[in-house]
């Protein structure tokens, strides 16, 4: 039987919920973040994000009371680099695009894993949403609305990070509790906070932005990743990826609530496109 048609443990409801509260969390965690940006840099953000949710990971799970074997040392420092390198590159992004439009962009990765683990003509339509919804978003056309393709360029990289993320994740998701998050986090900051300091310096320590750092690293990284790993374990891939269909427009909506990012309406009906076409990707 096909592994991803098998039926999972768990109540699939309550990872579905789960799911859902990490991606608002990680959308109103990532908006605040952006206000952080002029004074520390994106670089430094990401090393408060993924630092200090290493550190709360730490010492939640106190993963080293289950030594890893080989096999998931390998998973685990792969699923990191990804986390760090998708959190910079998104982060990136939003520095110069309106984050709705860069989840929109961003969420082909987890597109792309769904319609390669299905073969339905119904994908095929998804297929041509996505391309209809990213054409009216990306700069290749003379209609596009000040988007900078420098920005287009980072979210396409978080997009191949978010597609790995997920491939990688359920690899590791088998492991006890928190494990993998803490674990995977850990790897990530190894990889992320040089860089961080290297170009933000002592300003990472002035307790006002520590704040601001510590918040959003719960809500951006320790909740979110906790509750996807929880859900992994009863959700396919597929499933999992129609979940995050809904990323885009609450992007937008948090961009728009806190940032005051308003979209034009061509932006709108393009993300539009690419959340139905995730969507379709996993309907039963």
Not at 66 to 88: D, E, F
Not at 141 to 157: E, I, N, S
Not at 175 to 198: D, E, N, T
Request: aromatic share 8%; charged share 10%; with cysteine.
């Amino acid at each position: 039987m096909n592994q991803d048609k098998t039926p999972a443990a768990g109540n699939p409801w309550l990872a579905g919920l789960a799911l859902l509260c990490s991606q608002l969390s990680l959308n109103v965690g990532a908006a605040i973040a952006k206000h952080l940006f002029p004074k520390v840099g994106v670089e430094g953000v990401t090393a408060y994000r993924v630092g200090i949710s290493a550190l709360v990971m730490l010492l939640m799970f106190r993963p080293w009371r289950t030594p890893l074997t080989w096999r998931q040392a390998v998973n685990v420092a792969i699923y990191g680099s990804v986390i760090g390198l998708m959190n910079l590159l998104i982060y990136r992004s939003f520095s110069r695009i309106p984050m709705g439009v860069a989840v929109a962009i961003e969420v082909a990765g987890p597109l792309t894993v769904a319609v390669l683990a299905s073969h339905r003509p119904r994908d095929f339509v998804a297929v041509c949403l996505a391309v209809l919804g990213l054409y009216f978003l990306l700069p290749i056309h003379g209609h596009v609305d000040g988007l900078d393709p420098v920005g287009v360029a980072y979210a396409a990289g978080a997009a191949v990070c978010w597609a790995l993320y997920i491939v990688v994740g359920k690899r590791v998701s088998s492991m006890s509790g928190g494990q993998s998050v803490a674990w995977g986090m850990l790897a990530a900051s190894v990889f992320i906070l040089p860089i961080g300091v290297w170009h933000a310096g002592g300003v990472l320590l002035t307790p006002s932005y520590l704040m601001i750092g510590a918040a959003i690293a719960v809500m951006s990284s320790a909740l979110p990743y906790t509750l996807e790993m929880l859900s992994m374990r009863t959700l396919s891939s597929r499933t999992f990826s129609m979940f995050s269909s809904a990323a885009p427009a609450l992007s937008a909506l948090a961009g728009m609530a806190v940032l005051g990012e308003h979209l034009t309406l061509t932006q709108w009906l393009a993300i539009a496109a690419i959340v139905l076409a995730s969507a379709l990707t996993s309907l039963r």
